[in-house]
C-alpha cells in the first residue's frame, strides 16, 4: 500500500517562501509521475504542477509558474514544492499525488492521480 505524507506548511507573510515535502512510502512513481494540488474554501481543488519522475521535466499552472518548483529525491522517495514570492491567495491545503500511469504528457487531471496525501496548510497573511 502506497502512503504519501506532506509535510512543511505554515503560515507565513506575502512574498515569504515555503517548502513541502512529499515523502512516499515505497517507490512506486519512478517511472511516472507525482503532482501537486491545492484546494481553497470553497473552491475546487486544482492542479499546481507535476513531475515526470524518471526524466525530472515539470509543468507548472499558469497561476504559480515562475514561483513554485518541483523537484525530487530518488533515494528518498521525496518530491519537494518549492514555493516563492507567496501571495494571499496561495492559502490553501497543499495536497501531493501519485500517478502509475507512465506517460510522455503531463498529468494534470485529478482524476488520473491514484493515491493522494492527508493535504498540509498553507496559510499567506498580507
Do not use: H, Y
Given at each position: 500500500q502506497v502512503q504519501l505524507?506532506?509535510?512543511?506548511?505554515?503560515?507565513v507573510q506575502a512574498g515569504d517562501s515555503l517548502r513541502l515535502s512529499?515523502?512516499?512510502s515505497i517507490r512506486a512513481f519512478s517511472s511516472?509521475?507525482?503532482?501537486?494540488?491545492?484546494?481553497?474554501?470553497?473552491?475546487?481543488r486544482e492542479f499546481v504542477g507535476t513531475v515526470n519522475w524518471s526524466s525530472g521535466r515539470t509543468y507548472y499552472a499558469d497561476s504559480v509558474k515562475g514561483r513554485f518548483s518541483i523537484s525530487?529525491?530518488?533515494v528518498n522517495n521525496t518530491v519537494y514544492l518549492q514555493?516563492?514570492?507567496l501571495k494571499p491567495e496561495d492559502?490553501?491545503?497543499y495536497y501531493c499525488a501519485g500517478?502509475?500511469?507512465i506517460t510522455d504528457r503531463f498529468i494534470t487531471s485529478i482524476k488520473e492521480y491514484r493515491y493522494w496525501g492527508q493535504g498540509t496548510q498553507v496559510t499567506v497573511s498580507s
Open positions: 505524507v506532506e509535510s512543511g506548511g505554515g503560515l512529499c515523502a512516499a511516472s509521475a507525482m503532482g501537486w494540488f491545492r484546494q481553497a474554501p470553497a473552491k475546487e525530487r529525491d530518488n514555493m516563492n514570492s492559502t490553501a491545503i500517478t502509475l500511469i
